[in-house]
């Protein structure tokens, strides 16, 4: 097994529809209940780009298939990025397990601490953008002192909080930061 996870072909192609996706499934899915919507997430691409791009489908399945394995492995390479899908044995197997879980990961950095990413061995800090300058200093201090007692620290890299509280992690231990796609 080498060092950075390497995705199967079809899992990175899932993840780059979504991604292509994104602007529509907000629209769609603010019609429907969220059980039919994880549903929908489990079928084929074809049926998922119907649903919820029914006008912009063919091209934007065309653009994904078209892609050759190769090109995704470079454009990856050059992004400086690693990925892992579900079918690689690193990835979380919480997050493998949990509804609507990712079909991969991308990742920079370390991509052996998202087998660290077990509620035993890792603690989540979030808070306000807009934070005080108490609330920043105490959410350096936390992700300081959880980071030395070696406790992985996640976070989502936005402003105030989550940024001091990387920040504090950095000072003696590990981060990790979690981007919405």
Not at 143 to 171: K, M, P, Q, W
Request: hydrophobic share 40%.
């Amino acid at each position: 097994m080498s060092y950075y996870p390497r995705p199967c072909p079809n899992c990175l192609r899932r993840a780059r529809l979504l991604a292509h996706l994104a602007p529509y499934i907000e629209r769609f899915a603010s019609g429907l209940r969220g059980d039919r919507l994880a549903g929908l997430l489990g079928r084929e691409n074809y049926e998922l780009a119907e649903s919820v791009a029914p006008d912009t489908a063919p091209a934007l399945l065309n653009c994904v298939r078209e892609i050759s394995d190769e090109q995704l492995e470079t454009e990856l390479a050059e992004s400086g990025c690693w990925c892992c899908c579900r079918h690689d044995p690193r990835f979380p197997v919480g997050l493998r397990e949990a509804p609507g879980a990712p079909w991969a990961l991308f990742g920079r950095g370390d991509p052996t601490l998202i087998q660290q990413l077990q509620p035993e061995a890792a603690v989540t800090i979030v808070g306000a953008r807009r934070a005080s300058t108490y609330g920043r200093d105490v959410a350096r201090e936390l992700g300081r002192d959880l980071a030395s007692a070696g406790l992985l620290i996640i976070s989502g890299l936005s402003f105030g909080v989550e940024a001091c509280a990387h920040r504090g992690a950095l000072d003696c231990g590990k981060t990790v930061a979690v981007l919405g796609t």
